[in-house]
């Protein structure tokens, strides 16, 4: 194998060409089945929630792109993160961040609290606050960076050092920061998580989860969680986001010079009070962001001075170029109100410790000229 640079991975890594004629790309392989010629007697392939070769492509994608030796694909990336969940059992306790993927504080406290699995929600922003919450059931810490949607940062490296002094597994929901900018399993971490929908896929066109383990014990029980669950992803969607990670560099690079003009843009202007973006030297943990992050990414939340949930309403919907939606990480910029929207699953009380206020707004910053993007902020600003 030769080894290769993140630019080339993202084509070539674990890929090879198609067997039978040559195809550059991997084939659709829309088969549930595979021929046998005696019982057992096939070529690696038997049926297609176990295995299926354009999946198996994109998985191999993954592993390469994160650093890793396996990869596994799902069918949206809450099925990734309720694999993850299902390696542990009654009793067993999860120590998550506070400011969360509102789908995974459902799925961890409405589901999973509900089978004896106990979770602590914490800040992380000091890796030593997670020692208190460790006791002999702690079996997994779960660590989004950057935060969705507060853009805190939490040191990978430091979680690992505790996680490892007490053999608890460690994983990292790589979203928002994707392999591009940052890869988790070379800091540290077991598993690495993606919701594949959002940059990694890139166009907002699939829905999808991915995950990428170093050790292949973990991995074989993660197979083994995959195919009896069963929450796999179709391969037209496989083949999909394959091609996303094709551009995955470029796209990076000019989500992060996009968004860097935009925190910059938002700060300076009158009516903005607060920007959470990890590139302003005066972001608490930016040194850390610096040491672990190649660059800073395209999510930028803000609030405005005075503004309440009506007000932040007003805003979103006056923005013309950038589409308010749901979801992250495509070519063209989004914006969101997570009060209302991705965060309305998370109470109140809960979500405003984290700093999501009714007039915190989301900003997906896609790949668009810079210039229409500013003067659309400015006009809804107004
Ligand atoms: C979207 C998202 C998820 C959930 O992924 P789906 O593909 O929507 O199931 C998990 N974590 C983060 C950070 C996300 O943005």
Redesign the pocket.
């Known amino acids: 194998m030769i080894k290769m640079k993140f630019n080339t991975k993202v084509i070539h890594g674990g890929q090879k060409h198609d067997a039978a004629y040559g195809a550059v790309m991997p084939p659709i392989y829309q088969t549930t089945t595979y021929a046998q010629t005696t019982p057992g007697g096939h070529k690696g392939y038997e049926y297609s929630r176990t295995h299926n070769p354009t999946r198996n492509a994109l998985e191999n994608a993954f592993a390469s792109i994160e650093n890793g030796n396996y990869g596994l694909a799902f ?7 309720d694999a993850v969940i299902k390696l542990l059992k009654p009793g067993d306790e999860v120590i998550s961040t506070n400011d ?2 509102g ?2 504080f459902r799925l961890f406290t409405k589901i999973f609290q509900g089978f004896g699995i106990k979770f602590h929600f914490i800040g992380m922003e000091n890796a030593i606050n997670i020692e208190s919450y460790i006791n002999t059931n702690t079996k997994l810490i779960w660590v ?1 960076t950057p ?2 949607p507060m853009m805190s940062i939490i040191d990978v490296k430091a979680v690992s050092a505790i996680a490892k002094r007490h053999s608890i597994l460690l994983a990292v ?1 790589n ?2 920061a994707t392999p591009y900018l940052q890869q988790p399993l070379d800091l540290g971490a077991d598993i690495v ?6 940059y990694l896929g890139g166009h907002s066109d699939v ?3 991915g995950l990428v383990v170093k050790d292949k014990a973990l991995a074989d029980k993660l197979y083994f969680i995959q195919n009896a669950s069963g929450a796999i992803c179709g391969p037209q969607d496989s083949f999909l986001v394959l091609r996303g990670i094709k551009t995955l560099h470029v796209r990076m690079q000019r989500h992060c010079e996009n968004g860097k003009a935009i925190a910059k843009y938002l700060v300076s202007h009158p009516k903005v009070e607060n920007v959470y973006w990890p590139g302003f030297e005066n972001h608490p943990n930016h040194h850390i962001a610096k040491s672990q992050m190649k660059d800073f990414g395209g999510m930028i939340s803000f609030t405005s001075k005075g503004s309440n949930f009506e007000e932040a309403i007003k805003i979103v919907e006056k923005l013309k170029v950038f589409t308010l939606a ?4 495509g070519v063209e910029s989004l914006s969101g109100h997570p009060a209302s929207m ?1 965060h309305a699953s998370i109470p109140k009380v809960e979500r405003e410790k984290t700093g999501v206020v009714d007039s915190l707004i989301r900003l997906s910053v896609g790949i668009e000229d810079i210039d229409d993007l500013i003067a659309d902020l400015k006009q809804a600003l107004g």
């Open positions: 069918g949206s990336g809450l099925a990734a993160i969360l993927y789908g995974s989004e935060t969705n929901d979203t928002f998580m993606h919701s594949a929908t959002k829905v999808m989860g749901e979801s992250l990480g991705t």
